[in-house]
């Protein structure tokens, strides 16, 4: 059975005995496999992976500035810093594309665009 994680030490063997030559082979720590087509799939597909991991967190930073850009904005003008109902229509929203994890991203988006309370 293969292991399901890499460890970051350093390089795991097989365990399903696969190469029948009594050597284990080394899996690759870096990509979890030995074998050369599955890592360069890995490599390509993790490239895509870490544009989209900055564009979120990108997309993160500029919500949170924008959320607290309306709350100062809102109380400068002597209206309140959060609305509820608003908050609710963000969750809902979430809650319907994502599922019970999409609750808890838009809690955590809703708490970045609040700073310190
Ligand atoms: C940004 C606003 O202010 C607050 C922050 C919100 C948000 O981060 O989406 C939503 C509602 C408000 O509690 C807003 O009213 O639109």
Not at 1 to 21: F, I, K, P, W, Y
Not at 34 to 43: G, K, L, Q, T
Not at 52 to 63: G, K, V, Y
Request: aromatic share 2%.
């Amino acid at each position: 059975m293969m292991t399901d994680v890499a460890e970051q030490s350093g390089s795991l063997e097989r365990d399903d005995g696969r190469t029948g030559t009594g050597q284990p082979e080394a899996t690759d720590a870096r990509t979890g496999t030995d074998d050369s087509a599955a890592a360069e799939r890995i490599v390509a597909i993790r490239q895509r992976i870490d544009e989209i991991d900055r564009t979120i967190i990108a997309l993160w930073q500029e919500r949170a500035a924008l959320s607290q850009e309306v709350g100062a904005t809102r109380m400068a003008s002597g209206g309140t810093r959060l609305v509820l109902s608003r908050e609710r229509e963000i969750l809902e929203r979430f809650r319907q594309a994502l599922g019970g994890d999409g609750t808890q991203l838009a809690l955590l988006l809703l708490r970045a665009g609040r700073g310190p309370l």
